[in-house]
């Protein structure tokens, strides 16, 4: 694993307080003291807690969410080499899509977890996958970062995928940074794709750097702070480029560096900005009121650097958060945190599962006792890892805002709350109604007890459901899935993880009704002759299949005494 991760004795250089209403720095660490000491300390954490960083990075399909995230990490010496989504004979893959599935279609299909240290922060990036079928998975890291990266293809703007999750993060109150990304393809004009985040998003878009040229001719960016023009140079095969040179807006320096035409254009629109838009404000931008806007090229590494440094300077370390039983100050409280995630097998090595955890107060420290509200018991927390995409390495503590991943024996579930004696709960997570439903078959009997097992894990990611149908003669699996490629997805992960090819057959089902009854009243239910499949999850918990609304509704109104529950969506929430 990683030289970079973030462990203790940490260096207490640069901590930025987030609210200087609410905070008051602590004292600064000595070199004399001991540091694990000092770690837990009241100082110590408030200290720690306040250089961490946890962001996500969100958009539409194909917008460059993973290029980016490999570039950030190129340029934060966490690795050494880029490495590319489609890639070319002896090119790397990307860090962040190393599932098989995600490097054969080139696309992310699962959220991915990279911790790492830059200019004495401690960064927590989640890459989430953009496409609507997986998009479950992205509205449960929302819920466990505090800010988000919005990146846009330049041609393309706000696309209607980067709209939906834009509204998660407005309603969640996440601070949003943009990126507008694919600077070096012809694309719309900047000032225009300003005014369209104002016009689609609701919110004032506040450039702090802007593009030289664009398309073929885009050479780099003019920081609109400090008036320096840093250009770039293309380089091939993922290394790190190469600022070539800087120049003052004023200076005719500009024009041998950039060219006449491009200085004299950069000059008129920094005129232009100048009366056209609002200055960049802090609070605003943690209000949600102002989203920072930078210009780039993932790509070609133009303007990754300084959109990485900007990044850990303003998003924000962890804030407090709700809990049933009130705010929780993530410096002051003892520790808490929550399961976003589960995903098993990431290690060929280990084929075990890990569930991913949310610090949200406090220290975590190896071997720690923990409520588990769920199970109603206290427990020994298993050993934590810090996570690096696929690789891991252990680690003896973490802080509010770290995400740790907790070898997982059947101890936990998604959404699941520990905490250290709180006696809290944190709110549950998204859950969305499943709308396309399948058989799935092993292609050969032989495999049955990993196809079972291989089943029954992807139900504990939460990435698909398993459904049965009852009183069939075959107890054989229907899934349930909110997207079509889901169910690509689980048979990729049969395949390569468990060994067994399978078959699908879609079933022309588009949504599922829980049925809330007693199993003496079940035989009072009144089903519809036609449309409907009666279904039971693994604990007996019995749902109807229904074929169009139509059916739903005739369930409904033929069963007035019996509660049929549709699974709240927040889909739907955020489109209201
Ligand atoms: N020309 C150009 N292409 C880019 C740039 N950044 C990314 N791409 C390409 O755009 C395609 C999609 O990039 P990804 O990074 O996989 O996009 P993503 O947003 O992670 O996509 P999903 O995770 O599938 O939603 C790839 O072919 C990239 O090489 C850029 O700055 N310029
Ligand atoms: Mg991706």
């Not at 404000?281 to 090229?297: C, I, K, W, Y």
């Not at 032989?446 to 049965?468: C, M």
Request: charged share 25%; net charge neutral; hydrophobic share 40%.
């Amino acid at each position: 694993m990683h030289r970079t991760g973030c462990g203790a004795p940490p260096s207490y250089d640069g901590c930025r307080t987030v609210d200087p209403a609410r905070y008051t720095p602590p004292p600064m660490a000595t070199l004399t003291e001991d540091p694990k000491v000092v770690a837990a300390s009241a100082e110590g954490v408030a200290a720690e807690v306040r250089r961490r960083r946890t962001f996500a990075i969100i958009s539409h399909p194909d917008a460059g969410k993973t290029t980016l995230t490999e570039k950030l990490l190129l340029y934060s010496g966490a690795i050494e080499l880029a490495g590319a989504v489609q890639q070319k004979a002896q090119q790397r893959h990307a860090r962040s899509d190393w599932l098989a599935m995600e490097q054969k279609r080139g696309i992310s299909v699962t959220s991915t977890v990279l911790q790492f240290e830059y200019a004495g922060r401690c960064v927590n990036l989640l890459d989430t996958p953009g496409h609507q079928d997986f998009s479950e998975d992205t509205y449960r890291v929302l819920t466990a970062v505090d800010s988000a990266v919005m990146v846009l293809d330049a041609a393309k703007g706000v696309e209607r995928q980067t709209l939906k999750l834009f509204e998660v993060c407005r309603r969640r109150g996440l601070p949003v940074l943009t990126f507008v990304n694919k600077m070096d393809v012809p694309g719309r004009d900047p000032l225009e794709l300003l005014d369209e985040i104002e016009r689609v998003l609701g919110m004032a878009a506040v450039p702090l750097n802007w593009p030289i040229g664009s398309g073929r001719e885009f050479q780099g960016v003019y920081e609109l702070g400090s008036g320096q023009i840093l250009r770039f140079e293309r380089l091939s095969r993922g290394e790190r480029a190469s600022l070539v040179g800087t120049a003052a807006l004023d200076s005719p320096a500009l024009d041998k560096l950039v060219g006449e035409r491009p200085a004299r254009e950069l000059r008129d629109a920094a005129e232009l900005l100048r009366g056209a838009t609002p200055a960049f404000d802090r609070e605003r931008f943690l209000a949600g009121a102002q989203t920072p806007v930078f210009f780039g090229s993932a790509l070609n590494n133009f303007g990754v650097q300084p959109f990485l440094e900007a990044l850990v300077d303003l998003a924000p370390s962890p804030p407090p958060r709700e809990s049933d039983r009130g705010i929780v100050d993530p410096e002051t409280s003892g520790f808490s945190g929550f399961v976003f995630k589960i995903q098993a097998n990431m290690d060929p090595q280990h084929r075990d599962s890990m569930a991913f955890l949310r610090v949200v107060s406090g220290r975590f420290e190896k071997g720690m006792a923990v409520d588990h509200p769920r199970l109603g018991r206290r427990l020994r927390l298993p050993r934590a890892h810090r996570v690096f995409a696929q690789e891991r390495e252990t680690t003896e503590e973490a802080f509010a805002g770290d995400v740790v991943g907790l070898v997982n024996p059947g101890l936990f579930v998604i959404g699941d709350t520990v905490s250290d004696g709180l006696g809290l709960t944190f709110p549950p997570l998204p859950r969305f109604a499943p709308e396309f439903f399948a058989r799935l078959r092993p292609e050969t009997t032989d495999k049955n007890k990993a196809f079972q097992k291989g089943l029954r894990q992807l139900e504990e990611e939460g990435a698909i459901q398993v459904l049965y149908e009852t009183g069939a003669v075959r107890r054989e699996p229907i899934l349930a899935a909110v997207g079509e490629l889901q169910f690509d997805l689980v048979q990729s992960r049969l395949e390569q993880e468990y060994r067994v090819g399978t078959r699908v057959d879609r079933l022309p089902y588009t949504s599922a009704l829980w049925v809330r009854a007693q199993a003496k009243q079940e035989g009072e239910l009144d089903w519809p002759l036609r449309g409907v499949m009666r279904v039971e999850d693994r604990s007996g918990q019995l749902a109807a299949l229904c074929e169009g609304r139509w059916v739903e509704d005739l369930l409904i109104e033929k069963n007035p005494k019996f509660e049929l529950v549709r699974i709240v969506d927040e889909r739907s929430l955020a489109a209201s």
